[in-house]
């Protein structure tokens, strides 16, 4: 069953749905982010970006000045005369060639590096900002919403940062010299220009608007087949088992039929842009050509910076002019989708980077310590197996406190939201060494008694004791380090079996990992794997059975040997059998230790020190196995199988 | 490969023809169009009227309108043939996922497979949309320009031959050296995007053992890596454009030296200006196609591997198919097992069931007991032919379970699985699995028998009451029921319970199996079960054990002579209390 119990409890809708715009000021954060990156790199990248677009811009000066000399000495054939001048500003070309082409090789390789480095950075930070989110935030988003920050957002990322941002970058440039050297020659061909760009604008504009709109729709259309397929293919079985196949095939195609509704339309009228743009690009030039040559031969006085009359030198080169001015154009356009969606994933990782990180004002931390003579502790740098809260007080005085395990809750009120309480005025003990065991039904509070202990979440109302010390004292760290916990849901992680018995405790060698094991009764399969503990698990333990999965877990609580345990379900998966088998290696890892336990089967729970029976939040029933039997209440009920129990 | 992604075109094969016939016309009018304004600046140049200006600007116009047509059209085709067939591609999955076997359906994993119907189906519908329009108009650019820069440009046109095989062998070089790099970080960033997954899991276990720090020095490690990996490989890339400028820059440097001089010497007869900067176009034109080309190219080998992994989908057979003219009747609910072996895959060294044989009468009630991986489940599944005998034969209504038409073999065998699942809608439409026509009444009926009604009732919208996602809304014990209840409207001959009762009371438990004595007698009924409790009062109780049968007989003939099942029985009836139980 799955365990997102406190998922249904408080349904948050994510802050940032798929499928939206980004608002503005992203793309300023987004760049401030890069630079931060590359404070040094990026600007000096940037300025091999201006000189690689300005230089590949010149060459209309250069064929202006060449046509203008080839047109005048043309008719009389005489190479010689000319060709000094020619070679010259064919050298010149040469030599800011050359320039540009270093500048452009450089910045090519820079932005690899910055592009690449920058994503690392990124998901680095992501990644370690989100490993300092509190529990809560994983459990009110679905884990298929966070993983496509790393995948879909961080993917339309790389193509903004790669190509989008240079690519616009150096079409603005362009743009920006050409009209100024189409200004140079001639204003009212270059008004021409203006025109044809406005046009262009607006076409490129009603165009992604409506491309853009169907894109993202597309993106909602696939999360929601996703889920879709998610569900048909997690129940597979049980539509052959039914035969339920066509039913199947007919929602799916339902589905399809949206996706591809979407996708189309999207993609129609991204692929009309080009043509589109390039034809009036077209069009442009022709209407250039008309009115250049309708000035040619009327003689009507040219307005111009350079203050040029009208020739054909002028001509030629503005309609290359014309088509580069079209082309960056066309660029530019053509990025717009990239950009509205890389903003997008911008937008949701940078929200991603703004949850509030869980806060620890704890103060009071776990040391090693030695008891002295007089039974005070103090401090001591190498490990005793001995730990001691170190509580530094207001008057500037440490006391010592030695780690026992002794957890009491005064009056604990508690709820996911503050609108609903689910827990109300529990109070109870666990003196070290104890077994406290808490039954009821499902929703009845049980797990969220777990997680207040272990500061998963933080209670609204009362206190809790450990050691006599109030655990919002005590910094989180190292107050979990004090607690084991076995859950339901075993997760284990891609490595080898000892890697995952190590997790418990990085410094546990070899032998005491397998001590663990042996402990937990898990060595026994472990060692009929084909390599033994080195036999490498992948998928959450894919090759290893539920039971098998839920003993590694009880194994790696054992190599980190806490004082305080917390079994939440820890032998649910495991057959009645397995579980005799195991019980012993279960008594033996809570021997000496304060236990709290939450079980499916009461035959688990029957020698608890004390067993709390929950119901909706409340302790309506507590006492030991006998004590409550003999109350014949609730307990007896469940006990006897008159009541449901899951 | 490709035979198998070209069998999902279909309907949009004509588009997708069409599309690359639209993308000629329009390439050869781009390529008249500068052959025509070359011609326009040299008459300007030497000195035409304006009528003759006007005349080249309409034809100029009707070109690009022409061209803006075909242009269109050619983009609506290419995405409609490209997104169709993605949608088919994604079809053809879904549809052949539902012909898989439960052994077809092991080997793959739902994300696996959620992310070959999304992303995958996303990169093969980019490549095709490639091919169908870019890799068409690249090769034909380069071609038709070639042709016309030797048509107008003559020896300036030499250019070329130096060049285009410049920029062809450096693309080649630099895809050469890319791709391997490019193929194994993909694998290496699918295992990154895994591990984050696998730590959103597992964040409570994480933080329970404080390590956060230790998983973010993980990532961090795991990260760099893939950083690495993919610089080198885009720094490599990176190449392609200073390699396109330079041959852009040569071409220029040498129309602008070497035109001049052909021009003036030549006195503009044969070569004129107008075709200087033509000839700049055309080379323009021939290196982006190259460049076209050479994207095309990486986008495709990228997008291999996605198609490899769709094939492998639509290529798995079904290791399970319902045979031609199979019987379409059940006889009896008689269950007979015949030297029976299985085990799971080939590979494997362990028969799950070692020979088993086994006969049930119809009618009769079995139990089965027995510890987890003693293959209860596995021994069931044979009896519906979700999974294959190895050796010997299952039979139904004294007929082997491979004789039937599947369907009707699994409506007459319903089986409750352990890990079953409620589909997001209202308890009707799940309902309706069982028998898509069943009415109200027989609706009801089902689920009296199964003790749901009960619940059902106190809903505020009853039987309208709309169940979430796996049935997130309702509890254990009530998800148990209302599957037992789907399945008890098939009017099964043979219904099999896989442990489908573990959450639901005992008392209701007993109340389900005495409502299935009463009420569907001439029933067979096998029921799983970890409580002794379940099984106690069947006609018959299966121990097993390690893949075999152990022991068969009633509840007190094991109690004499069954070890495993004694221990059972004591390890849940401890403290003398077991009249407690029913």
């Given at each position: 069953?799955?365990?997102?119990?406190?998922?249904?409890a408080?349904?948050?809708?994510a802050?940032?749905?798929?499928?939206?715009r980004?608002?503005?000021g992203?793309?300023?954060?987004?760049?401030?982010?890069?630079?931060?990156?590359?404070?040094v790199l990026?600007?000096?990248?940037?300025?091999?970006?201006?000189?690689?677009?300005?230089?590949?811009?010149?060459?209309?000066?250069?064929?202006?000045?060449?046509i203008?000399?080839?047109?005048?000495?043309?008719?009389?054939?005489?190479?010689?005369?000319?060709?000094?001048?020619?070679?010259?500003?064919?050298?010149?070309?040469?030599?800011?060639?050359?320039i540009?082409?270093?500048?452009?090789?450089?910045?090519?390789?820079?932005?690899?590096i910055?592009?690449?480095?920058?994503?690392?950075?990124?998901?680095?930070?992501?990644?370690s900002?989100?490993?300092?989110?509190?529990i809560?935030y994983?459990?009110?988003?679905?884990?298929?919403?966070?993983?496509?920050?790393?995948?879909?957002?961080?993917?339309?990322?790389?193509?903004?940062?790669?190509?989008?941002?240079?690519?616009?970058?150096?079409?603005?440039?362009?743009?920006?010299?050409?009209f100024?050297?189409?200004m140079?020659?001639?204003?009212?061909?270059?008004?021409?220009?203006?025109?044809?760009?406005?046009?262009?604008?607006?076409?490129?504009?009603a165009?992604?608007?409506?491309?853009?709109?169907?894109?993202?729709?597309?993106?909602?259309?696939?999360a929601?087949?996703?889920?879709?397929?998610?569900e048909?293919?997690t129940?597979?079985?049980?539509?052959?088992?039914?035969?339920?196949?066509?039913?199947?095939?007919?929602?799916?195609?339902?589905?399809?039929?949206?996706?591809?509704?979407?996708?189309?339309?999207?993609?129609?009228?991204?692929n009309?842009?080009?043509?589109?743009?390039?034809n009036?690009?077209?069009?442009?030039?022709?209407?250039?050509?008309?009115?250049?040559?309708?000035?040619l031969?009327?003689?009507?006085?040219?307005?111009?910076?350079?203050?040029?009359?009208?020739?054909?030198?002028?001509?030629?080169?503005?309609?290359?002019?014309?088509?580069?001015?079209?082309?960056?154009?066309?660029?530019?356009?053509?990025?717009?989708?990239?950009?509205?969606?890389?903003?997008?994933?911008?937008?949701?990782?940078?929200?991603l980077?703004?949850?509030?990180?869980?806060?620890?004002?704890?103060?009071?931390?776990?040391?090693?310590?030695?008891?002295?003579?007089?039974?005070?502790?103090?401090?001591?740098?190498?490990?005793?197996?001995?730990?001691?809260?170190?509580h530094?007080?207001?008057d500037?005085?440490v006391?010592?406190?030695?780690?026992?395990?002794?957890?009491?809750?005064?009056?604990?009120d508690?709820?996911?939201?503050?609108?609903?309480?689910?827990?109300?005025?529990?109070?109870?003990?666990?003196?070290?060494?104890?077994?406290?065991?808490?039954?009821?039904?499902?929703g009845?509070?049980?797990?969220?008694?777990?997680?207040?202990?272990?500061?998963f979440?933080d209670?609204?109302?009362?206190?809790?004791?450990?050691?006599?010390?109030?655990?919002?004292?005590?910094?989180?760290?190292?107050?979990?380090?004090?607690?084991?916990?076995?859950?339901?849901?075993?997760?284990?992680?891609?490595?080898?079996?000892?890697?995952?018995?190590?997790?418990?405790n990085?410094?546990?060698?070899?032998?005491?990992?397998?001590?663990?094991?042996?402990?937990?009764?898990?060595?026994?399969?472990?060692?009929?794997?084909?390599?033994?503990?080195?036999?490498?698990?992948?998928?959450?333990?894919?090759?290893?059975?539920?039971?098998?999965?839920?003993?590694?877990?009880?194994?790696?609580?054992?190599?980190?040997d806490?004082p305080?345990?917390?079994?939440?379900?820890?032998?649910?998966?495991?057959?009645t059998?397995?579980?005799a088998?195991?019980?012993?290696?279960?008594?033996?890892?809570?021997?000496?230790?304060?236990?709290?336990?939450?079980?499916?089967?009461l035959?688990?729970?029957?020698?608890?020190?004390?067993?709390?029976?929950?119901?909706?939040?409340?302790?309506?029933?507590?006492?030991?196995?006998?004590?409550?039997?003999?109350l014949?209440?609730?307990?007896?009920?469940?006990?006897?199988?008159?009541?449901?129990?899951? | 490969?490709?035979?198998?992604?070209?069998?999902?075109?279909?309907?949009?094969?004509?588009?997708?023809?069409?599309?690359?016939?639209?993308?000629?016309?329009?390439?050869?009018?781009?390529?008249?169009?500068?052959?025509?304004?070359?011609?326009?600046?040299?008459?300007?140049?030497?000195?035409?009227?304006?009528?003759?200006?006007?005349?080249?600007?309409?034809?100029?116009?009707?070109?690009?309108?022409?061209s803006?047509?075909?242009?269109?059209?050619?983009?609506?085709?290419?995405?409609?043939?490209s997104?169709?067939?993605?949608?088919?591609?994604?079809?053809?999955?879904?549809?052949?996922?539902?012909?898989y076997?439960?052994?077809?359906?092991?080997?793959?994993?739902?994300?696996?497979?959620?992310?070959?119907?999304?992303?995958?189906?996303?990169?093969?519908?980019?490549?095709?949309?490639?091919i169908?329009?870019?890799?068409?108009?690249?090769?034909?650019m380069?071609?038709?320009?070639?042709?016309?820069?030797?048509?107008?440009?003559?020896?300036?046109?030499?250019?070329?031959?130096?060049?285009?095989?410049?920029?062809?062998?450096?693309?080649?070089?630099?895809?050469?050296?890319?791709?391997?790099?490019?193929?194994?970080?993909?694998?290496?960033?699918?295992?990154?995007?895994?591990?984050?997954?696998?730590?959103?899991?597992?964040?409570?276990?994480v933080?329970?053992y404080?390590r956060?720090?230790?998983?973010?020095?993980?990532?961090?490690?795991?990260?760099?890596?893939?950083?690495?990996?993919?610089?080198r490989?885009?720094?490599?890339?990176?190449?392609?454009?200073?390699?396109?400028?330079?041959?852009?820059?040569?071409?220029?440097?040498?129309?602008?030296?070497f035109?001049?001089?052909v021009?003036?010497?030549?006195?503009?007869?044969e070569?004129?200006?107008?075709?200087?900067?033509?000839?700049?176009?055309?080379?323009?034109?021939?290196?982006?196609s190259?460049?076209?080309?050479s994207?095309?190219?990486?986008?495709?080998?990228?997008?291999?591997?996605?198609?490899?992994?769709?094939?492998?989908?639509?290529?798995?057979?079904?290791?399970?198919?319902?045979?031609?003219?199979?019987?379409?009747?059940?006889?009896d609910?008689?269950?007979?097992?015949?030297?029976?072996?299985?085990?799971?895959?080939?590979?494997?060294?362990?028969?799950?069931?070692?020979?088993?044989?086994?006969?049930?009468?119809?009618?009769?009630?079995?139990?089965?007991?027995?510890?987890?991986?003693?293959s209860?489940?596995?021994?069931?599944?044979?009896?519906?032919?979700?999974y294959?005998?190895?050796?010997?034969?299952v039979?139904?209504?004294?007929?082997?379970?491979?004789?039937?038409?599947l369907?009707?073999?699994?409506?007459?065998?319903?089986?409750?699985l352990?890990?079953?699942?409620?589909?997001?809608g209202?308890?009707?439409?799940?309902l309706?699995?069982?028998?898509?026509?069943?009415?109200d009444?027989?609706?009801l009926?089902?689920?009296?028998?199964?003790q749901?009604?009960?619940?059902?009732?106190?809903?505020?919208?009853?039987?309208?009451?709309?169940?979430?996602?796996?049935?997130?809304?309702v509890?254990?014990?009530?998800?148990?029921?209302?599957?037992?209840?789907?399945?008890?409207?098939?009017?099964?001959k043979?219904?099999?319970?896989?442990?489908?009762?573990?959450?639901?009371?005992?008392?209701?438990?007993?109340?389900?199996?005495?409502g299935?004595?009463?009420?569907?007698?001439?029933?067979?009924?096998?029921?799983?079960?970890?409580?002794?409790?379940?099984?106690?009062?069947?006609d018959?109780?299966?121990v097993m054990?390690?893949?075999?049968?152990?022991?068969?007989?009633?509840?007190?003939?094991?109690m004499?002579?069954?070890?495993?099942?004694?221990?059972?029985?004591?390890?849940?009836?401890?403290?003398?209390?077991?009249?407690?139980?029913?």
């Amino acid at each position: 069953m799955a365990r997102n119990k406190t998922q249904n409890a408080n349904p948050t809708p994510a802050t940032t749905a798929r499928g939206q715009r980004a608002p503005k000021g992203v793309l300023r954060r987004l760049l401030r982010t890069l630079f931060s990156f590359y404070p040094v790199l990026l600007p000096i990248t940037l300025v091999c970006i201006v000189i690689n677009a300005i230089v590949s811009a010149a060459p209309a000066v250069f064929l202006q000045n060449v046509i203008a000399i080839v047109d005048e000495s043309y008719q009389s054939g005489d190479w010689a005369s000319v060709s000094g001048r020619i070679l010259t500003y064919v050298a010149v070309l040469v030599v800011m060639y050359v320039i540009s082409l270093i500048a452009g090789a450089f910045y090519t390789q820079m932005m690899a590096i910055i592009t690449q480095g920058s994503l690392k950075k990124l998901r680095e930070k992501m990644f370690s900002h989100m490993q300092d989110l509190p529990i809560k935030y994983f459990d009110t988003n679905g884990h298929g919403d966070i993983m496509s920050y790393y995948t879909n957002d961080v993917d339309t990322l790389r193509q903004l940062i790669s190509q989008s941002l240079p690519q616009m970058t150096i079409s603005g440039i362009t743009l920006f010299v050409v009209f100024c050297i189409m200004m140079y020659y001639s204003m009212i061909l270059a008004l021409l220009v203006v025109v044809g760009v406005v046009c262009m604008v607006l076409a490129a504009r009603a165009i992604t608007s409506r491309s853009s709109k169907y894109f993202l729709r597309q993106q909602i259309t696939l999360a929601k087949a996703e889920a879709f397929m998610e569900e048909m293919m997690t129940g597979q079985k049980v539509i052959k088992v039914f035969c339920h196949e066509e039913g199947a095939r007919a929602d799916f195609d339902k589905v399809n039929g949206e996706i591809f509704y979407n996708a189309r339309n999207g993609n129609r009228f991204a692929n009309i842009l080009m043509p589109l743009l390039g034809n009036i690009g077209n069009v442009m030039y022709v209407v250039v050509a008309l009115v250049g040559g309708a000035l040619l031969l009327t003689d009507v006085p040219n307005i111009s910076i350079s203050g040029m009359a009208f020739s054909i030198s002028i001509v030629v080169p503005f309609l290359n002019m014309t088509k580069q001015f079209a082309g960056a154009i066309g660029q530019v356009s053509n990025q717009i989708n990239m950009v509205i969606m890389g903003l997008a994933g911008a937008h949701r990782i940078f929200a991603l980077l703004d949850e509030e990180p869980e806060t620890d004002e704890g103060y009071v931390t776990l040391v090693n310590a030695r008891e002295n003579a007089d039974g005070s502790m103090s401090e001591c740098k190498e490990r005793t197996h001995v730990w001691a809260w170190k509580h530094p007080h207001h008057d500037g005085t440490v006391t010592y406190t030695r780690l026992q395990g002794d957890v009491r809750f005064y009056d604990v009120d508690f709820g996911y939201t503050p609108e609903k309480t689910v827990l109300h005025n529990i109070t109870l003990y666990a003196k070290p060494g104890q077994k406290v065991a808490f039954v009821g039904s499902t929703g009845a509070g049980k797990t969220t008694i777990t997680n207040l202990i272990n500061r998963f979440y933080d209670i609204a109302d009362g206190k809790i004791r450990y050691d006599d010390i109030n655990i919002n004292k005590i910094k989180k760290a190292d107050l979990r380090r004090s607690l084991g916990i076995v859950l339901q849901d075993t997760n284990l992680f891609t490595g080898t079996v000892m890697e995952n018995i190590r997790y418990g405790n990085l410094e546990a060698s070899d032998e005491e990992c397998i001590a663990a094991a042996q402990l937990a009764g898990a060595d026994d399969f472990i060692c009929r794997l084909p390599e033994g503990y080195n036999t490498m698990l992948t998928g959450n333990g894919a090759n290893l059975s539920q039971g098998q999965r839920q003993l590694l877990a009880i194994a790696r609580a054992a190599v980190a040997d806490p004082p305080v345990m917390i079994l939440d379900e820890a032998t649910s998966s495991i057959d009645t059998r397995t579980e005799a088998i195991v019980q012993q290696g279960m008594d033996a890892l809570m021997t000496g230790r304060t236990v709290f336990i939450i079980a499916h089967r009461l035959s688990t729970v029957r020698n608890a020190n004390a067993i709390m029976v929950l119901d909706h939040g409340r302790i309506i029933e507590r006492g030991t196995h006998e004590d409550l039997l003999q109350l014949k209440g609730t307990y007896y009920q469940l006990y006897t199988g008159a009541l449901e129990l899951d | 490969m490709i035979k198998t992604l070209a069998r999902s075109i279909r309907e949009y094969k004509k588009t997708a023809i069409l599309t690359p016939l639209l993308v000629i016309v329009e390439v050869v009018l781009e390529c008249i169009i500068p052959f025509t304004i070359a011609n326009l600046v040299n008459e300007m140049q030497a000195g035409c009227k304006m009528d003759v200006i006007v005349q080249y600007g309409i034809q100029l116009v009707i070109m690009a309108i022409l061209s803006l047509i075909f242009g269109v059209a050619a983009g609506n085709t290419c995405a409609t043939a490209s997104t169709g067939f993605a949608r088919n591609l994604r079809k053809d999955m879904f549809y052949r996922i539902q012909d898989y076997s439960f052994e077809n359906i092991d080997k793959f994993s739902v994300s696996s497979l959620v992310t070959r119907m999304t992303t995958d189906v996303v990169n093969v519908q980019m490549s095709f949309m490639m091919i169908i329009r870019i890799a068409i108009r690249g090769p034909l650019m380069l071609i038709f320009s070639f042709i016309m820069g030797f048509v107008m440009g003559g020896r300036l046109a030499l250019i070329f031959l130096v060049t285009i095989p410049l920029l062809g062998i450096g693309l080649a070089l630099v895809i050469r050296a890319a791709m391997p790099i490019f193929r194994r970080v993909f694998r290496k960033y699918d295992a990154l995007n895994d591990s984050v997954q696998e730590n959103v899991q597992a964040m409570r276990v994480v933080k329970s053992y404080v390590r956060e720090d230790y998983e973010k020095k993980k990532f961090s490690a795991a990260a760099e890596d893939v950083c690495r990996d993919f610089t080198r490989a885009e720094r490599i890339m990176a190449l392609n454009n200073p390699m396109m400028q330079f041959c852009v820059y040569a071409g220029m440097a040498f129309v602008l030296s070497f035109g001049s001089y052909v021009v003036i010497t030549s006195r503009g007869a044969e070569v004129a200006v107008g075709q200087m900067s033509a000839i700049l176009t055309y080379s323009f034109q021939i290196l982006m196609s190259l460049m076209m080309l050479s994207m095309v190219f990486v986008m495709i080998t990228m997008s291999m591997e996605s198609a490899e992994r769709i094939v492998e989908v639509l290529t798995e057979k079904s290791s399970l198919t319902s045979p031609k003219d199979g019987l379409t009747s059940v006889k009896d609910g008689s269950v007979d097992f015949e030297g029976v072996s299985f085990k799971y895959s080939k590979k494997a060294e362990r028969m799950a069931l070692a020979d088993v044989n086994l006969h049930i009468r119809s009618g009769e009630v079995i139990g089965i007991l027995g510890g987890t991986g003693s293959s209860k489940s596995t021994l069931v599944q044979l009896i519906p032919r979700l999974y294959d005998v190895t050796e010997g034969c299952v039979k139904v209504g004294g007929v082997d379970v491979r004789k039937y038409d599947l369907e009707t073999l699994r409506n007459n065998v319903a089986v409750v699985l352990q890990k079953n699942v409620l589909f997001s809608g209202t308890i009707k439409d799940n309902l309706r699995w069982g028998n898509p026509d069943a009415t109200d009444e027989e609706m009801l009926e089902a689920c009296k028998l199964a003790q749901a009604d009960e619940f059902i009732q106190q809903f505020p919208a009853k039987y309208d009451t709309w169940i979430e996602q796996g049935g997130a809304n309702v509890s254990g014990g009530q998800k148990q029921r209302l599957c037992i209840a789907r399945a008890l409207l098939k009017k099964p001959k043979v219904l099999i319970l896989d442990d489908s009762t573990s959450a639901v009371d005992t008392r209701t438990d007993a109340l389900i199996r005495q409502g299935f004595r009463e009420f569907i007698p001439e029933t067979t009924k096998i029921i799983i079960a970890q409580r002794v409790a379940s099984v106690q009062d069947a006609d018959r109780i299966i121990v097993m054990d390690g893949g075999r049968i152990s022991d068969i007989g009633t509840h007190d003939e094991l109690m004499e002579r069954s070890e495993i099942y004694r221990e059972v029985y004591t390890s849940q009836n401890k403290a003398g209390d077991s009249d407690g139980q029913e």
